[in-house]
């Protein structure tokens, strides 16, 4: 590369020196000098000497950079990790096998290179010509492979994939709309302290008279943090082969299965080692619970009526009852109610289209009025639900764990649902927020 260079530079001195020569004789030039024809002469030799040079020269430069570009791959191959020990298995390659295979990959890139180098591009398609290497053609016949066989490329079709779970259907918590709804963090339990149910009113009293004194008293009641939780355990197989569906579904069953949780509790809790319901308070007798004549042919006996019947004593206690729940089979039966000549009870003019009933949702003396498959038959609880208070600690989470028990070593996956609520309906009740009606429908 040195020697071409001096080559070139005394070539170009030679050059200036003729330029130089030409222009002292121009004058020989107009009078028509035959040495001009020679000089020429002289003058295209030397530009093809120098052209000649010049492509050996880019020759040099393109061999040193293939030459710097193995050496760089070899490096790269060493460093990486320590040699292959596939040679234990198989043939393996041969050292000289390794360098005509990075020729190649060479050459391939120099022939994708055109925007680097023209002269590299074209050397590159060169190389891979010299080589033998071509383009494959596509197989016509392929284009018939329909996949409809075997031997029609049918092994090759995925297999069914699985879509989603057919779900079963659960009644939504209803509860959760109806009632207040306070969280309180990591806490044990909450004090509710209530007033009794008889209110006392202020009297009259005569001009230095002695004022009547009352001693504040007030009840307690405790709604204690109790943690509903569910596990799944589930196959990584299962996991992988279902793509999605598996987990969708476990993640879907636990949320459903905390709503059902949720209501039962809010409803029908014992009061022991769980929450306090709303119809554990209540009873089946007493100041709270009435019994309904019910009849399905009168305005009278029908359910829109023993609304009026259960709102009427909650009203007496200065509470403005706000919800109705009722079981959701007879919530459709106090839809339909009615006769021929009356039409239906709950939408007396514009019949069941004037009722959008989607959800188990509807209104009747204007009370929010809910279905709920945890109410039993036949009855029905009006309520200030607002006033109750569904305490909440922890928020729903779902935990996941391959190593928790024996789980790694059997090679499943735990889905872990938990929550932390807190609900006691005495309070509420023993303050005449809430009646119950039995003996509903006829």
Do not use: C
């Amino acid at each position: 590369m040195p020697d071409l260079s001096q080559h070139i530079d005394g070539l170009s001195e030679q050059q200036g020196v003729i330029l130089k020569t030409m222009e002292d004789i121009a004058e020989k030039i107009k009078a028509g000098d035959g040495d001009l024809v020679e000089l020429k002469s002289q003058l295209g030799d030397l530009s093809q000497q120098m052209a000649t040079i010049a492509d050996e020269r880019k020759a040099a430069a393109r061999e040193a950079e293939y030459a710097q570009a193995l050496k760089d791959i070899n490096e790269l191959k060493a460093g990486v990790r320590a040699p292959s020990k596939a040679r234990a298995i198989g043939a393996g390659i041969e050292p000289g096998d390794l360098a005509a295979s990075a020729g190649f990959f060479y050459s391939l890139w120099a022939s994708k290179s055109r925007r680097v180098s023209p002269d590299l591009n074209a050397w590159g398609k060169a190389q891979l010509e010299g080589m033998g290497s071509v383009w494959a053609d596509v197989p016509p016949e392929s284009k018939a492979t329909l996949g409809d066989t075997p031997a029609a490329g049918g092994n090759i079709v995925p297999s069914a994939v699985l879509q989603s779970f057919i779900e079963i259907a659960v009644p939504l918590n209803p509860y959760r709309t109806l009632l207040t709804v306070t969280p309180v963090g990591f806490v044990t339990g909450v004090e509710i302290p209530t007033e009794g149910l008889a209110p006392t009113r202020a009297t009259i009293v005569g001009t230095g008279e002695l004022k009547p004194k009352r001693d504040l008293l007030t009840d307690k009641y405790t709604a204690t943090m109790y943690t509903l939780a569910e596990i799944y355990d589930v196959g990584n197989q299962l996991l992988r082969n279902s793509r999605g569906v598996a987990e969708k579904n476990i993640r879907s069953r636990l949320g459903r299965a905390f709503g059902l949780g949720e209501s039962y509790y809010v409803l029908r809790g014992s009061g022991t080692n769980e929450p306090k319901g709303i119809l554990t308070s209540i009873g089946t007798t007493g100041e709270f619970h009435t019994t309904f004549t019910p009849s399905a042919s009168t305005l009278a006996g029908s359910a829109a009526s023993a609304v009026a019947a259960a709102a009427g004593p909650i009203a007496n206690r200065a509470v403005n009852p706000d919800g109705v729940v009722v079981n959701a089979a007879d919530f459709w039966t106090m839809v339909a109610q009615g006769t021929d000549e009356a039409g239906f009870f709950i939408a007396p003019s514009g019949g069941p289209t004037s009722v959008d009933a989607t959800g188990l949702d509807m209104r009747i003396w204007g009370l929010r009025t809910l279905g709920d498959p945890n109410m039993p038959a036949d009855n029905l609880v009006v309520g200030a639900y607002k006033v109750a208070e569904l305490f909440t600690g922890d928020q729903y989470r779902v935990d996941v764990s391959e190593e928790a028990g024996e789980r790694w070593d059997r090679n499943l996956t735990g889905f872990r649902g938990e929550e932390e609520i807190g609900f006691n309906a005495d309070p509420y009740v023993t303050t005449g927020h809430f009646q119950r009606i039995s003996n509903l429908i006829a």
